[in-house]
């Protein structure tokens, strides 16, 4: 689960339309909780997507580690590696 229920909690005052309120509070209602919690799921959401974003490995870019020790021939050679030798 996410660290912000780990964490002391402050309390804070923020001004948002009525028609974006009665939604949250309405969604609360129908899933039997309360607007804050939905609230601090959502400003959560939004801090784990766009201020601590976290970098896919699709994102990365290759490095360089050193020359290859001998040329990767098929997914049996690499499964057999892994198991320490032993496949089947």
């Known amino acids: 689960m996410s660290e912000m229920y780990n964490n ?3 309390t804070i005052t923020i001004n948002v339309s009525d028609p974006v ?3 949250f509070q309405e969604y609360a209602r129908q899933h039997d909780r ?3 919690e939905i609230i601090r799921e959502a400003m ?3 801090r784990m997507r ?3 974003k976290r970098t896919s490995l699709r ?3 290759p490095v360089s ?3 290859v020790l001998r040329p990767f021939t098929g997914a049996e050679d690499l499964l ?3 198991a320490g030798g032993q496949s089947g």
Do not use: C
């Open 34 to 36: 309360t607007a804050s």
């Open 21 to 23: 309120y009665r939604d």
């Open 8 to 10: 002391h909690m402050r």
């Open 59 to 61: 994102d990365l870019r």
């Open 80 to 82: 057999e590696e892994l």
């Open 65 to 67: 580690v050193g020359r």
């Open 50 to 52: 766009r201020i601590r």
């Open 44 to 46: 959560e959401d939004f």
